[in-house]
C-alpha cells in the first residue's frame, strides 16, 4: 500500500511503465524540437551531394567531422548506457519490492 492506494501491479512494473510513458513524452517534443533542424540539414546535405548519393549524405556529415570509429563507438555506447540505467534500476525495484510481496504471501 503506498499511501491511500493499494496497487496490484508491483513496483518494478509500475517504474517500467512510468519510464515508457516518460520516454514516449519526452521523444515526441524531442520530435517536435529537432525535426526543423533536420529539415534544414537535410535541404542542405542535397544542395551539397551528388543525386546518386543522396541517402548517405546524412551521415557522412556527422561522420566526417569524427570519422566512422567514432560514430559506431557513439551509437554502442549509448544503447549499452540505456540498457544498464533499465537493467539496475528494475534490479533495484525489485529488490525493494520483495519484503513487501513476502509480508503480502
Known sequence: MVGAREWSMPLDR?????IVG???TY???SG???APTIIAG???VRQGVPAESLTEGMAWLVIEAHGA??????TLACGGGALVVGALG???LRQLAAPRLDRAA
Open 27 to 29: 521523444s515526441f517534443f
Open 22 to 24: 516518460w520516454l514516449g
Open 32 to 34: 517536435l524540437l529537432i
Open 42 to 44: 537535410y535541404s542542405l
Open 14 to 18: 509500475r517504474f517500467l511503465l512510468a
Open 90 to 92: 528494475t534490479r533495484l
Open 69 to 74: 570509429r567514432w560514430g559506431y563507438a557513439f
